[in-house]
């Protein structure tokens, strides 16, 4: 469904454009050239926008404040990814790749990854990762979490699919690898399953743990559970073991654009990573967070 959505507006915003520029090329060119940027670039502006908001909310947060150079730097790399994200791997690209689980002897004894995407996204945005997993020989399913604007707790059997599947593969507990919304997903079905013993490691990128202000423009009951101090976020950790914080690695960045204030992306207890200067879907393909992410595969299973 996403995929059908995403693929309409990158459309009909390229279709707007193309007229305004032909329509504007020989009478006012000056005219056609700016309408035409603006159309197709105007998505830059709200990101300016978010990063002003980052900015100045971040200023009281116990995470380091972010740089003006660190906010041009996020700004450019976040308007030059998120077009490949929203406008080509996943409206005309989300199967590209297909999970990697078919009966090959050389799977059984390498551990796999799960992969659970965030907000208003679906398993195209996890190529590049799945490119490198298919090189390497590991098994792995990325998830398409739906109905978009769905409750985070009912996400949960998606997830418990996948693990079923990976683990049958692969003979291992395998790792979990979440962006945005998707690591309080994790979240939701360790807390339904009791699944600790289940999974090697959690590793959420620029997740919401403790809810998000940017939530409070959404009105989808996912949108209104990431928010700050919901009642959805009270009641999360009730009844969770007190270790289980331990599974978790969290990546986060002074710079995220829609996860702020920065801090409410860490867990207590957990492996929390800092990384300054990342936007919020740029933090995802780093190369440091893909290699050390990745290089968890090859720890010894216990």
Request: aromatic letters at 12%; charged letters at 15%; proline letters at 6%.
């Amino acid at each position: 469904m996403l995929a059908h959505l995403q693929r309409l507006i990158t459309l009909s915003l390229v279709g707007a454009a193309c007229v305004w520029l032909f329509y504007f090329a020989s009478s006012a060119p000056v005219l056609a050239v700016a309408g035409f940027l603006g159309i197709a670039l105007g998505y830059s502006g709200i990101l300016a926008i978010e990063f002003i908001a980052l900015g100045y909310l971040n200023k009281k947060d116990s995470v380091p404040r972010p740089i003006w150079n660190e906010l041009l730097s996020a700004w450019w790399g976040e308007t030059w990814l998120a077009p490949q994200v929203f406008c080509w791997r996943q409206p005309f690209r989300a199967n590209a790749i297909a999970d990697q689980l078919s009966p090959q002897p050389e799977l059984h004894g390498h551990r796999g990854v799960v992969f659970v995407h965030g907000f208003f996204c679906n398993r195209g945005f996890w190529t590049p990762w799945l490119r490198r997993l298919q090189a390497r020989g590991h098994a792995f399913v990325a998830i398409n979490l739906e109905p978009v604007f769905g409750s985070i707790d009912d996400y949960a059997p998606q997830i418990e699919a996948a693990v079923r599947r990976v683990t049958f593969t692969t003979g291992l507990s395998p790792l979990l690898v979440c962006h945005s919304m998707g690591g309080l997903v994790a979240r939701a079905w360790l807390k339904q399953m009791k699944a600790e013993a289940r999974v090697h490691h959690v590793v959420t990128i620029g997740t919401p743990h403790r809810g998000t202000w940017l939530a409070r423009f959404g009105h989808g009951q996912n949108s209104r559970q990431m928010r700050l101090l919901s009642d959805w976020q009270a009641r999360f950790d009730q009844g969770m073991p007190a270790n289980r914080n331990a599974l978790f690695i969290c990546w986060y960045s002074n710079c995220d654009n829609i996860m702020f204030p920065a801090s409410t992306a860490t867990l207590p207890g957990a492996d929390n990573r800092l990384i300054r200067g990342a936007a919020h879907v740029q933090l995802a393909f780093l190369p440091q967070v893909m290699n050390a992410t990745l290089a968890l595969l090859d720890l010894k299973a216990p």
